[in-house]
């Protein structure tokens, strides 16, 4: 059977390339490090953005995931860390 379309996306499955960060520590759920919202990871010191934390596969997104975790770094080293993110 054939559908006329102009367009046609195909998403494939995608994986991390790297164990990085499971070897530090990194906690992984359902393929994916876990993370607040600005990329802290239960590992102290420890930041992910971009594809190995979202599903949302776009470079938008992996970019401002990576601006915000970059700020949060810069503050935990300013400041300190949230009491939240202290462990």
């Given at each position: 059977?054939?559908?006329?379309c ?37 590992v102290?010191?420890v ?18 995931g ?22």
């Open positions: 059977r054939t559908i006329p102009e367009v046609f996306y195909l998403h494939p499955p995608q994986r991390m390339a790297s164990g990085l960060g499971e070897s530090l520590g990194v906690e992984v759920e359902d393929g994916r490090y876990v993370a607040d919202a600005d990329g802290r990871t239960g102290p010191g930041f992910v953005a971009g594809d190995v934390l979202n599903r949302a596969q776009q470079i938008a997104t992996a970019v401002a990576g601006a915000w975790a970059a700020i949060a770094a810069n503050h935990d080293l300013v400041v300190g860390p949230p009491e939240s993110a202290a462990g």
